[in-house]
Structures are given as C-alpha cells and as structure tokens.
C-alpha cells in the first residue's frame, strides 16, 4: 500500500508534493521520492527509509517547477532501496511513474522489454511501466498510458508525467486507490484523500480500468478503451483522521475491512487461472526434506496452527509447530532434512528471528512468511513468501493473519504438489474455493451491526471460553487472544473435547463459551460439547453454517460453507469483530492496546 501525490498547477509542486507524503504517512513506507519537472529537465529526489531523509537530502531546498510526482513505498518487488524507490524514469529521461500496487506479469514484460533494448535500474516491477508508455508515446500521454497499461495484468494506481507535456499530469487506477482533487487552476491526484485535504475538499473519484488527465484547467476521464467518461466531483466531508482511517473510526475495524482485499492480494502472482504458481519456491529443492517445523509467535502461531493440519493433511510432511521463545530451549531435532517454516507478519520478532538463526546453524532449509519486505527474517531466510497485505496500522494482527492463512494454504498445496500426493484436479478444487473466498467474507462483513450488538450484550463478563474442534481449535485460540489483545477480558481457547476434562468446572451462567460450530467432520461432536456447557448453564454464542436450523445455542452467528481446511479464513472475522466492539464497548485503546507491541523486538 505506497502512496502517492501528484501535482499541476501555478505553485511550486515540491512542497506540496512533501506534505502530501507527510499525510500519507499512515501507509508506511520504506523509501520516498518526488520528482519535479524543473524548466524541462525532470529532477528526481529519492532516498531509501523514512520521509525524513527525503527531507533531509532535500536540506530545505525546493526544487522548482510546477507540476510534479511524489511516493511513498511498500515494497513488494524488490528490496527497499533508493534505487528501488518510485519515482522511475523511462530510458530518456523524459517521463517518470510512480506506482501503487503489483504488476503480476512485470517479468514477462521486462523480460521483452530488455530483448526490445530497454535499460532498466531497478528491480521493481513498476520500471515496466515508465518503458511501456515511453514505447506507445506518439505525442499523447494519456493515449500512451492507455496502450501501455493494456499490456498490464495486476493492480495499480500510477502517476506519470514527460517533458514533451509539461502541463500534463496523468493517472490511472486499476484495483489500487487513486482520487483527484479539484483545486481553483491547479489539480492533484493523491492514493488517498488525507494528502488532499490542505488544499481542497472537492475530489472525483477514479474508478477500476479508468485513465485521467489532470492540467491547470480541469480533468479528463477516459476508460483505458479510450472511451471519455464523464465524472462528477464530491464533496470530501472528513476531518484528517478520519481520513486516513477511510472513515472507519478505527485502524483496526478499517483493516478488518480490508480482509477480502487481503485474501486478494496474499493470491496476486501466485495463480495462473487454477493452477499453483508459487514463483518464490521455484527451484527450490524439497526432495530431501521429511519433516518441517513452523515457528512463530503471537497470532502467527496460530496461523502456524492451521498450517500444520494442511501440510499434514495433503503433503503428509510430519509438520510440528512451536512457540518461537520456547523453540530453542526445547532442544529442537533440526538438520538439513528439516524445513523450517518463520512465520512473522513484522519480520522482526525477536524470538523468531532467534528460532531461525538456530534453524540455520543446523542446516535446515528455512522459508518465511512475512509481510515487511526487508524486514530481518526475510534477509536471513532461504526463501520468503510475503504477505502482501500492506500495512497493518493497527497494533493487534487481523488482515495479516488471513494473509498468513492464504499464504499457508498455497505453501501447502505446493508441497502435496511437489510430493505427488494432490492432483492438478485436487488443487483446483481448492484454488476455486479460495477464489471464493473474499466474495463470502464480505457476506461476513454485513452481519458487522449483529455481531456489534451481541458484542454490546456480552461486554461487561470477565471471562470467556473459545471452543473448536479441528481446525477450529485454532480460530478458537485466536479468537481468545484478540478479546484478550484489545479488549483486556480474559478469555481461553480450548480444545472441545477437552472442555470436560477439567476447564468445565469453571463454567457457570457468568461464563459465555464461544462455539465453533460451523458444519465439517467434527459437528456431532461439537453440538455434544455445546449441550455439555449448556447443561452446566453457561450461556453459548455458537459459530454456525449458513442453513443450519439445528443448532441450539443462546446466540448464533451464521458464516458461509468452505472447503474444510479454509474454514479458518472465514471463521476468525465474526470474533475479530466481536472483540472489537467488545473493546468499543468497554472504551478501550483498540488501536494502541496497552502494553502491546506491533513487533516485540526483544526477547
Ligand atoms: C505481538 C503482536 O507483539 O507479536 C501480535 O502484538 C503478533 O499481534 C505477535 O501476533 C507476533 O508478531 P509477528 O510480527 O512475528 O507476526
């Protein structure tokens, strides 16, 4: 999730362009750069890190000239670095992109682009554009733009502008937000409306597949057929901050939210139609490998939870799961047979990062799972397959947790590939259900209003218990430690069947037990352990399938049907939600839990 701010008008661009990224700050990042058309020479200033060694590079110098590019990035291909920072020229110099999202088919483009003699100076797959449009220009960028993005498969969100049109600002907008501001003879585009705000409140949105042209005068809209769509301007009615929480009040309910997108987006590059293309494994040897080992901490460890039932399940690779701060101390049986799997959507977890240190003092094969691109655990693993969720403001996991789940469950289906133990018929089933996914958690997401008010009913108990079977067990847990995380009510997951063996006795009508009750291999014996809490009175607020009248609980909350192991993708967002209005209720810090950390760095 990169940010970016376009400029064209009667003022110098430079700090406007500098404030915007400011405003876009929210989106982190992990390089920045502007670039200014500065009496017909575009100047370009980019620098690796934060925006303030943009800034500082700058030493308050403005560069001169009036219209102009700024960016944020997030990287997902290619290291962070100021040669991988945005913005990217074309081979001559005369025009620069900057880009939000991921071009899935940048390797087969650059890769044709290079055989056409183009040089390239960077590893990110937004270069491709800046040397698509330098191809298709005849004189018209937007017409340029048009014919260049035609080729492109992916999301995106661009900014491109050229010497040879020096009023001319254009953007284009494919599944990654982009918005135009309408100022009084001067325009902006911006990712997001906080970087608009300063200077305007009149916006018109870009739609998927649209082109703009932005000058001093106005703006047009085309689609990328070419054909002029007529769009009209809104009013922006938010205050800052609650712009840069997209109106939600709330980081955390805004990257709830932004759960199908992830499930999208952990999927981005990794599918060719139903067929597993998992490029980061490529290559990479597993034949001698007969057992792995995950390891992670917090909400990862329990991704790592449901990891370990579909390895088991269709690669049949005995997988064991550890909690990375007890992994070293547990005298861990690792050798170079053993795949050692990090999980850490931060990629700087102390522990983990201690596990995966021990990992390769051993010889074993290590892969990890992250979303920080750079981030320590992904430098020292052997392969790495990243998140790409975008940033997590918040502090407690929600849209990367289903992140690692979708990436887990691509990772598995991989290795039952590459031990022959699922046909090409098998994955499809569950790449087609997968695909599915994001359309049935936005079901989900539409009972928000009736889960807030069971929320509401349950926000004053002291002590919940979260009860699943299978791969429930782990949503289970998960569910107890965000109620935990954010709302500071103690709860336990626990195994179901388990529930009698001890933890029953603590049930009374003060005790709500949550029940993952969705239909699958272990229902009968759920329902036999919901009779078993109900019978010691203890209220159950059950997880059920669409469709199921049966169930008998004191409140239900339906979720569609799913292939078994993907139960857990869809299952977590009603409790994530339940927690969190749990937490509303109660009027805590959700974004800022106390004593939380967003990565313990320390051991
Ligand atoms: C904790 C976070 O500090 O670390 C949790 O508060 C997270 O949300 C856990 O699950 C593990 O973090 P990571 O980055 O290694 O997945």
């Given at each position: 999730?990169?940010?970016?701010?376009?400029?064209?008008?009667?003022?110098?661009?430079?700090?406007?362009?500098?404030?915007?990224?400011?405003?876009?700050?929210?989106?982190?990042?992990?390089?920045?750069?502007?670039?200014?058309?500065?009496?017909?020479?575009?100047?370009?200033?980019?620098?690796?890190?934060?925006?303030?060694?943009?800034?500082?590079?700058?030493?308050?110098?403005?560069?001169?000239?009036?219209?102009?590019?700024?960016?944020?990035?997030?990287?997902?291909?290619?290291?962070?670095?100021?040669?991988?920072?945005?913005?990217?020229?074309?081979?001559?110099?005369?025009?620069?992109?900057?880009?939000?999202?991921?071009?899935?088919?940048?390797?087969?483009?650059?890769?044709?682009?290079?055989?056409?003699?183009?040089?390239?100076?960077?590893?990110?797959?937004?270069?491709?554009?800046?040397?698509?449009?330098?191809?298709?220009?005849?004189?018209?960028?937007?017409?340029?733009t048009r014919k260049a993005l035609r080729q492109v498969r992916g999301a995106y969100a661009i900014g491109v502008f050229s010497v040879d049109e020096p009023e001319l600002l254009v953007g284009a907008r494919l599944f990654s937000p982009l918005v135009v501001g309408l100022g009084q003879g001067e325009n902006y585009l911006a990712s997001d409306i906080p970087a608009l705000l300063p200077h305007t409140r009149r916006a018109l949105i870009v739609e998927d597949g649209e082109v703009v042209a932005l000058d001093r005068q106005g703006v047009r809209v085309w689609t990328l057929e070419g054909k002029?769509?007529?769009?009209?301007?809104?009013?922006?009615?938010?205050?800052?901050?609650?712009?840069?929480?997209?109106?939600?009040?709330?980081?955390?309910?805004?990257?709830?939210?932004?759960?199908?997108?992830?499930?999208?987006?952990?999927?981005?590059?990794?599918l060719d139609g139903e067929r597993l293309s998992l490029s980061e494994v490529e290559g990479l040897d597993l034949s001698q490998i007969n057992r792995g080992c995950i390891v992670a901490c917090g909400t990862s460890f329990y991704a790592g939870l449901v990891g370990k039932r579909l390895i088991e399940e269709w690669a049949c690779l005995p997988m064991e799961v550890a909690i990375a701060s007890e992994f070293r101390y547990s005298c861990p049986v690792i050798d170079p047979r053993t795949l050692v799997i990090l999980i850490s959507q931060s990629g700087e977890t102390a522990d983990t990062l201690?596990?995966?240190?021990?990992?390769?003092?051993?010889?074993?094969?290590?892969?990890?799972?992250?979303?920080?691109?750079?981030?320590?655990?992904?430098?020292?693993?052997?392969?790495?397959?990243?998140?790409?969720?975008?940033?997590?403001?918040?502090?407690?996991?929600?849209?990367?947790?289903?992140?690692?789940?979708?990436?887990?469950?691509?990772?598995?289906?991989?290795?039952?590939?590459?031990?022959?133990?699922?046909?090409?018929?098998?994955?499809?089933?569950?790449?087609?259900?997968?695909?599915?996914?994001?359309?049935?958690?936005?079901?989900?997401?539409?009972?928000?209003?009736?889960?807030?008010?069971?929320?509401?009913?349950?926000?004053?108990?002291?002590?919940?218990?979260?009860?699943?079977?299978?791969?429930?067990?782990?949503?289970?847990?998960?569910?107890?430690?965000?109620?935990?995380?954010?709302?500071?009510?103690?709860?336990?997951?626990?195994?179901?069947?388990?529930?009698?063996?001890?933890?029953?006795?603590?049930?009374?009508?003060?005790?709500?037990?949550?029940?993952?009750?969705?239909?699958?291999?272990?229902?009968?014996?759920?329902?036999?352990?919901?009779?078993?809490?109900?019978?010691?009175?203890?209220?159950?607020?059950?997880?059920?399938?669409?469709?199921?009248?049966?169930?008998?609980?004191?409140?239900?909350?339906?979720?569609?049907?799913?292939?078994?192991?993907?139960?857990?993708?869809?299952?977590?967002?009603?409790?994530?939600?339940?927690?969190?209005?749990?937490?509303?209720?109660?009027?805590?810090?959700?974004?800022?839990?106390?004593?939380?950390?967003?990565?313990?760095?320390?051991?």
């Amino acid at each position: 999730m990169c940010g970016i701010v376009g400029y064209v008008g009667p003022r110098f661009a430079a700090p406007i362009l500098l404030d915007g990224l400011k405003r876009l700050e929210y989106r982190g990042y992990d390089s920045a750069g502007i670039a200014v058309l500065n009496q017909g020479r575009i100047e370009i200033e980019k620098c690796e890190g934060k925006l303030e060694n943009l800034l500082a590079a700058l030493d308050g110098r403005t560069v001169p000239g009036f219209l102009g590019l700024g960016h944020t990035r997030w990287a997902t291909h290619g290291e962070p670095s100021q040669t991988n920072a945005h913005p990217h020229p074309d081979c001559t110099g005369r025009l620069v992109v900057v880009h939000n999202g991921i071009i899935e088919n940048y390797a087969s483009l650059r890769q044709e682009l290079l055989e056409r003699g183009h040089s390239f100076t960077s590893e990110t797959d937004t270069e491709v554009v800046a040397h698509l449009i330098e191809e298709a220009y005849e004189g018209d960028l937007a017409e340029a733009t048009r014919k260049a993005l035609r080729q492109v498969r992916g999301a995106y969100a661009i900014g491109v502008f050229s010497v040879d049109e020096p009023e001319l600002l254009v953007g284009a907008r494919l599944f990654s937000p982009l918005v135009v501001g309408l100022g009084q003879g001067e325009n902006y585009l911006a990712s997001d409306i906080p970087a608009l705000l300063p200077h305007t409140r009149r916006a018109l949105i870009v739609e998927d597949g649209e082109v703009v042209a932005l000058d001093r005068q106005g703006v047009r809209v085309w689609t990328l057929e070419g054909k002029e769509v007529h769009r009209e301007p809104f009013h922006i009615s938010w205050d800052l901050e609650a712009a840069e929480k997209g109106g939600y009040p709330h980081f955390v309910l805004k990257e709830i939210h932004e759960e199908p997108e992830a499930i999208k987006n952990a999927l981005r590059g990794r599918l060719d139609g139903e067929r597993l293309s998992l490029s980061e494994v490529e290559g990479l040897d597993l034949s001698q490998i007969n057992r792995g080992c995950i390891v992670a901490c917090g909400t990862s460890f329990y991704a790592g939870l449901v990891g370990k039932r579909l390895i088991e399940e269709w690669a049949c690779l005995p997988m064991e799961v550890a909690i990375a701060s007890e992994f070293r101390y547990s005298c861990p049986v690792i050798d170079p047979r053993t795949l050692v799997i990090l999980i850490s959507q931060s990629g700087e977890t102390a522990d983990t990062l201690a596990a995966l240190r021990l990992a390769k003092e051993r010889g074993a094969l290590t892969l990890a799972l992250a979303n920080v691109m750079g981030s320590s655990i992904t430098r020292g693993a052997d392969r790495v397959l990243y998140l790409q969720a975008g940033p997590e403001i918040g502090v407690v996991a929600t849209k990367t947790y289903i992140a690692e789940l979708v990436v887990i469950t691509l990772l598995a289906l991989e290795l039952a590939r590459r031990r022959g133990l699922l046909t090409k018929g098998q994955i499809g089933e569950v790449i087609r259900e997968v695909k599915a996914l994001p359309s049935k958690m936005e079901r989900v997401l539409e009972g928000e209003e009736e889960i807030a008010r069971l929320a509401r009913r349950y926000a004053d108990r002291s002590s919940f218990f979260f009860i699943g079977r299978g791969v429930d067990y782990p949503t289970a847990l998960e569910g107890a430690l965000k109620l935990k995380e954010i709302s500071y009510i103690h709860a336990e997951g626990y195994p179901a069947g388990e529930l009698k063996h001890g933890p029953i006795a603590m049930l009374d009508p003060e005790v709500p037990v949550v029940a993952l009750a969705t239909k699958g291999a272990h229902y009968s014996k759920i329902i036999s352990s919901i009779q078993e809490v109900r019978a010691r009175k203890a209220q159950v607020l059950a997880l059920a399938t669409e469709g199921d009248e049966d169930i008998e609980a004191d409140e239900v909350i339906y979720v569609p049907d799913t292939l078994e192991p993907l139960k857990p993708i869809l299952s977590i967002v009603p409790w994530q939600l339940f927690a969190y209005y749990v937490a509303r209720e109660r009027g805590c810090d959700i974004d800022k839990p106390r004593n939380l950390a967003k990565s313990v760095t320390v051991e």
